[in-house]
């Protein structure tokens, strides 16, 4: 709606698991965009593009190729040739010094996934102004930083709380938490390092009390179809819970 309104941007911030992929892959679908470029900071989010993108009936016209190898520019083209559409991914840091490999290509759809990860660093900066002529999609499931740049036609919001309210409405099995205060422990970054919804990327807790903790949450669900949700919850709420 955002795009067809005549908004050249518009912020997908909405809870692990709910299909982030999907949505945008409809995107390219319905506004026909014929090449689109999914980018991030870590390379966490690529499975999900990559196996959203081939195991959907309705993207079975995408063409996803990984930048990376020498041959993605030739794949492309010949995936153009074919009437297909193309989704490209690849990371900020590959991308930066490739800019230059895309003076013949047009750029429709810019994808900044995980942009509360350096989405506001030098390079992304920069990747934006290259391509300022594309439609770009900010995508987070924590993008607490970006949500006042956008206003309610060109942000869709989508927590946990919108996720059981809507359960509960609809009689539909939802996952639980319980949520308990523990004191953080820095080696979590040594084996997550790369992790998206990683404690240091969800919250400065530091600036807020001081003092370091960690949300431990443990999700329950209640029925085996459904997958665990992020932990996305705002300094507000939990200095509530703090208290």
Same mark, same amino acid.
């Given at each position: 709606?955002?795009?067809?309104?005549?908004?050249?941007?518009?912020?997908?911030?909405?809870?692990?698991?709910?299909?982030?992929?999907?949505?945008?892959?409809?995107?390219?679908?319905?506004?026909?965009?014929?090449?689109?470029?999914?980018?991030?900071?870590?390379?966490?989010?690529?499975?999900?593009?990559?196996?959203?993108?081939?195991?959907?009936?309705?993207?079975?016209?995408?063409?996803? %190729?990984?930048?990376?190898?020498?041959?993605?520019?030739?794949?492309?083209?010949?995936?153009?040739?074919?009437?297909?559409?193309? !989704?490209?991914?690849?990371?900020?840091?590959? !991308? %930066?010094?490739?800019?230059? !490999?895309?003076?013949?290509?047009?750029?429709?759809?810019?994808?900044?996934?995980?942009?509360?990860?350096?989405?506001?660093?030098?390079?992304?900066?920069?990747?934006?102004? =290259?391509?300022?002529?594309?439609?770009?999609?900010?995508?987070?499931?924590?993008?607490?930083?970006?949500?006042?740049?956008?206003?309610?036609?060109?942000?869709?919001?989508?927590?946990?709380?919108?996720?059981?309210?809507?359960?509960?409405?609809?009689?539909?099995?939802?996952?639980? %938490?319980?949520?308990?205060?523990?004191? =953080?422990?820095?080696?979590?970054?040594? =084996?997550?390092?790369?992790?998206?919804?990683?404690?240091?990327?969800?919250?400065?807790?530091?600036?807020?009390?001081?003092?370091?903790?960690?949300?431990?949450?443990?999700?329950?669900?209640?029925?085996?179809?459904?997958?665990?949700?992020?932990?996305?919850?705002?300094?507000?709420?939990?200095?509530? !819970?703090?208290?």
């Amino acid at each position: 709606r955002a795009f067809s309104q005549g908004f050249k941007s518009m912020l997908l911030c909405a809870l692990m698991r709910t299909g982030k992929v999907v949505m945008c892959n409809q995107a390219i679908v319905d506004h026909k965009f014929k090449v689109s470029l999914a980018i991030s900071r870590i390379k966490s989010p690529e499975q999900s593009w990559q196996e959203d993108t081939e195991n959907f009936d309705a993207f079975a016209n995408i063409e996803y %190729i990984r930048m990376g190898n020498n041959k993605w520019k030739e794949e492309m083209e010949e995936s153009l040739l074919k009437g297909r559409q193309v !989704l490209l991914f690849t990371t900020a840091q590959y !991308l %930066i010094n490739k800019l230059h !490999l895309f003076y013949d290509i047009d750029v429709n759809l810019l994808i900044f996934d995980e942009v509360h990860v350096g989405g506001k660093a030098e390079e992304i900066s920069n990747i934006r102004r =290259y391509f300022d002529q594309s439609y770009v999609i900010d995508v987070s499931g924590t993008a607490f930083d970006y949500i006042e740049q956008y206003g309610d036609i060109n942000r869709f919001v989508w927590t946990y709380y919108n996720n059981a309210k809507h359960c509960i409405e609809n009689n539909l099995p939802y996952s639980k %938490i319980n949520l308990c205060v523990a004191k =953080y422990d820095n080696e979590f970054k040594q =084996y997550h390092p790369d992790a998206p919804d990683s404690i240091t990327n969800l919250f400065d807790l530091n600036e807020v009390w001081n003092i370091e903790y960690l949300i431990v949450v443990r999700l329950r669900c209640l029925h085996t179809s459904i997958q665990p949700f992020l932990r996305s919850f705002s300094h507000l709420a939990l200095s509530q !819970l703090m208290r």
